[in-house]
C-alpha cells in the first residue's frame, strides 16, 4: 500500500497543477496511529461497534471520514465511557 501511496504521491509532485484524490480508507496500522491508540484498541472499539469498519473480502479498513466522525463526536467527553458530561458551571 505505501509503494501505491508513494507512486501517486510522485504523480501529483511532479504536477503541481493537479491535487491528489483524498485518501478514502486506511488500513488499521494507519487508523490506530491518526487515533493515538493502539491497534489492540482500535480492534476492540471496532468489535464493540464503536467505531465502524469498511470489510474487503478480509480486508479491514477504515474511512477516514468515519474515524473524523467518532472524533468529533467525542469531542469534549470525558473518560466516562465516551458520554458527554454536563457540568453546572465553570471553575476558576
Partial sequence: MARIARRAHNQFHDRPDLTPP???LV??????RRLR????KLFDLTRSGEIA???IGRLVRYAAEYLERWVKDRTGASNNGGRAVKTQGSRP
Fill in 27 to 32: 488500513d488499521a496500522a494507519e487508523a490506530a
Fill in 37 to 40: 491508540v493502539s491497534r489492540r
Fill in 22 to 24: 483524498p485518501v478514502l
Fill in 53 to 55: 469498519c469498511v470489510r
